[in-house]
């Protein structure tokens, strides 16, 4: 069956009716006010500008690394009308991208573009959903205080280009992907009372994480592992989650039905050490940070099962958060422990709602102690802001961007085979050797939809339009987030006078 221009927009209405129907839901529990939502557009347009203004200054207009890919896998029979449903559910490495090559081949028939910059732009909308999402999920269980506190937790590691992979590589898409569908399932399915609509809206967003990414399935697994610790706590809820444990589990077995299996070599001291860094985020070149950055998390747990009482809907949601951030972290360090303990930064969005997660934790133990934690949360994702900046970017910059941008432009150019050199040698595909890139780049359909400021003299105007956009919603962003921290002060009572 062909996947054309009538199934493509049946694939994004889906996605997003999926979306919107489960936001609906997942809002119909309580009722928000103004300055609720009003924190919660300001920190979206916090990280969307933000963000934008990051990929004005970093990234690249011409495709590279894997996004090669795209143009004669995905692009060619897709105008040639020959994509078949069944490449959109074709393993790349170790994941299934359904969702990323949708929303890939959107972008491409709005603008019949193969422009990574462009690609980046429409992320940042991904980038910034979540964050506004869950700042409306929680603003009514949140005293005016801990909203605050929560908005810094969850716009700063959004805001800052951290993840700079994932902010200016338009092929990443596949992390927001996970977030966005994981934390409306987390919410939903986490709910005191599970109706029927929550439950097939939240099994639907369960699935899209499925083929998201290879590790979406540890989204059912941390719901499952959710359900099953509250039951063996409190023995009478456990048929309450019946409808949790089987739609959980039925993902989990799609999950594991449709996965990669690759065997990596590793060993336990390597193991632990990728995922002990991974956990200590922001502090990743410290794996015993681990310890201090998950301090609040595991004491609010501990404090919780001793309770012996049923979960509320935030402390579920917490576990459930939790657990997957664990999980990731786990699968993180099984398959890059073999040649580097360090997390590459595209798994900082979701290693960052670890520290939102702990950072909830700290909000409900309410001392001292947990303030200072809060402060030592907040210096660490600065100095991983300086490190990202002045480590990771360069080192990247060198090994292939600056060097393939400047030579796809001269053999664009030239015609002359000797110009591609560093190409091959980094982004570790053998099809694209010198041979099959100069290949792809003499191909006259990869020409005419290679972007105007790649072809020879070329130039584009987008960088200056994305500096001006990005500067106005940021700051735009941050006088809505302002004027919502302030709105529940100006309606505070005062105290009244006691009588004579």
């Not at 200054?57 to 060619?76: F, I, N, S, V």
């Not at 576990?319 to 999980?327: D, I, P, Q, T, W």
């Amino acid at each position: 069956m062909i996947f054309g221009p009538v199934s493509l927009c049946l694939a994004v209405a889906t996605m997003a009716l999926v979306t919107s129907a489960t936001t609906v839901v997942a809002l119909r529990e309580e009722r928000r006010s103004r300055d609720m939502w009003m924190f919660a557009i300001g920190l979206f347009g916090i990280v969307l500008g933000a963000s934008l203004l990051a990929v004005s200054r970093w990234a690249y207009d011409h495709p590279h690394w894997d996004q090669l890919t795209e143009g004669p896998d995905w692009y060619r029979p897709f105008s040639a009308r020959t994509l078949a449903w069944s490449q959109m559910l074709e393993v790349w490495v170790d994941h299934r991208i359904v969702p990323s090559r949708v929303w890939s081949l959107m972008i491409f028939s709005l603008g019949h573009v193969w422009d990574n910059r462009v690609q980046a732009v429409w992320n940042t909308v991904l980038h910034s959903m979540p964050v506004g999402m869950l700042m409306l999920f929680l603003a009514p269980k949140l005293k005016p205080l801990e909203r605050v506190l929560v908005a810094v937790a969850l716009a700063l590691p959004a805001a800052l280009p951290l993840a700079i992979q994932n902010v200016t590589w338009g092929f990443e898409s596949p992390f927001y992907f996970l977030q966005l569908f994981g934390l409306l399932a987390f919410w939903v399915l986490t709910s005191d009372r599970i109706g029927w609509a929550p439950l097939l809206l939240g099994a639907a967003c369960l699935g899209l994480c499925v083929v998201s990414l290879g590790s979406g399935l540890l989204c059912a697994l941390a719901l499952l592992c959710t359900a099953a610790l509250e039951s063996l706590r409190v023995r009478s809820t456990w048929r309450g989650h019946l409808r949790l444990f089987a739609g959980a589990a039925l993902m989990v077995a799609f999950g594991l039905g449709l996965g990669v299996h690759r065997p990596y070599e590793t060993t336990l001291p390597k193991l632990a050490e990728g995922v002990l860094r991974a956990l200590a985020y922001p502090f990743v070149t410290r794996s015993w940070m681990a310890v201090i950055m998950w301090a609040p998390g595991v004491l609010w747990f501990v404090a919780l099962m001793r309770q012996g009482r049923r979960f509320s809907h935030l402390e579920r949601f917490m576990v459930a958060l939790g657990g997957f951030v664990v999980l990731h972290a786990i699968a993180i360090g099984w398959a890059r422990s073999s040649f580097s303990t360090m997390p590459a930064t595209r798994y900082y969005d979701v290693l960052a709602l670890g520290m939102f997660f702990n950072v909830l934790a700290a909000l409900q133990g309410r001392n001292l102690v947990l303030v200072a934690w809060l402060l030592v949360a907040l210096s660490g994702t600065l100095w991983l802001q300086y490190h990202v900046i002045e480590v990771e970017l360069p080192m990247w910059r060198m090994l292939a961007n600056d060097r393939s941008s400047s030579e796809m432009r001269a053999y664009l150019e030239t015609g002359d085979p000797k110009q591609i050199e560093w190409v091959p040698h980094t982004i570790g595909m053998p099809r694209f050797d010198r041979e099959g890139m100069c290949r792809m780049l003499d191909d006259p359909f990869i020409r005419s939809i290679m972007p105007p400021s790649v072809q020879p003299g070329g130039s584009s105007a987008l960088p200056g339009r994305l500096l001006v956009a990005g500067s106005v919603l940021l700051s735009l962003g941050l006088l809505m987030g302002l004027a919502a921290a302030l709105l529940p002060l100006r309606h505070r009572r005062p105290p009244e006078a006691s009588a004579p």
